[in-house]
């Protein structure tokens, strides 16, 4: 009699994909999907609350110019929508040039990173991996230190090595 075993479940890290920009939400869920991610994909504001109030994700990436909305009316719609969304790490990418003072209240309203366009996004999944992880590990009450709000990542070579180090 051969003995079985149990395989643990396991869910795969989940993110909520908020970009208008088709070709660039292909290429990014690509990518995440490649490295084990599932990918709930959204082009606007009102699909994305539909879709999380479905299933909330364990984070979320969103475009700052989406159907019109500045990044910071997306968060706050999305989480008006789905109060379940309040606690989930949010990473902000955009084409804008951020000033110091934006990025502090951007950091204050709940965004960890602020990412410049264009992305490097092969070095992405690590940094995404790392943030859901660092989350989880402080909600189980782990004495992980609080996350460094608002952490700003520009564009080109040198981002790839930034996700890379940040992401530990």
């Known amino acids: 009699m051969a003995l079985s075993r149990a395989i643990p479940c396991v869910s795969r890290p989940s993110v909520l994909l908020l970009e208008d920009n088709p070709l660039h939400g292909a290429l990014l869920q690509m990518v995440l999907e490649a490295s084990g991610m599932e990918v709930f994909k959204a082009s606007a504001a009102s699909e994305a609350a ?17 159907e019109g909305l500045d990044g910071r009316a997306l968060l706050a719609f999305l989480r008006l929508s789905v109060p379940e969304l309040a606690g989930v790490p949010v990473l902000l990418m955009t084409d804008r040039n951020i000033s110091g003072t934006l990025r502090m209240v951007l950091a204050k309203e709940g965004y960890l990173w602020i990412l410049q366009k264009p992305l490097v996004p092969t070095s992405l999944p690590k940094l995404i991996q790392r943030t859901i992880a660092d989350h989880t590990r402080r909600l189980r009450g782990s004495r992980v230190g609080q996350p460094v709000l608002g952490q700003f990542v520009g564009c080109g070579a040198t981002a790839s090595g930034f996700y890379l180090q940040a992401a530990g």
Do not use: E
């Open 50 to 66: 539909r879709i999380a109030g479905k299933q909330a994700p364990d984070l979320i990436l969103v475009s700052w110019d989406t």
